[in-house]
């Protein structure tokens, strides 16, 4: 068995005293520990669905440049044309 700390301790007296009343019956440590642990894990997943579609949404928007983003990138690769032109190689 796994020896407790205090911060552990206080999350599941924390959860005993938020769910017991709402469920109507008495909680064990276990019953408390397995909530919370449910409760972490159900949002976890919903900051990893979250991050998901920020991600997909940012790439959704860089498949289509704006017409400013396209000037930037013609003026960048006009830059680099300059450059190389100003080189002497050996």
Do not use: C, H, Y
Request: no cysteine; aromatic share 4%.
């Amino acid at each position: 068995m796994k020896p407790s700390n205090p911060a552990n301790d206080n999350l599941i007296d924390q959860t005993i005293r938020l769910w017991q009343p709402r469920l109507g019956r008495n909680l064990s440590r276990e019953d408390a520990r397995q909530i919370a642990e449910n409760v972490t894990g159900f949002f976890a997943t919903l900051a990893k669905w979250s991050r998901a579609e920020m991600s997909a949404a940012v790439n959704d928007n860089n498949l289509q440049p704006k017409a400013s983003e396209k000037e930037d990138e013609k003026r960048s690769g006009e830059t680099i044309e300059q450059g190389e032109r100003g080189r002497s190689r050996p």
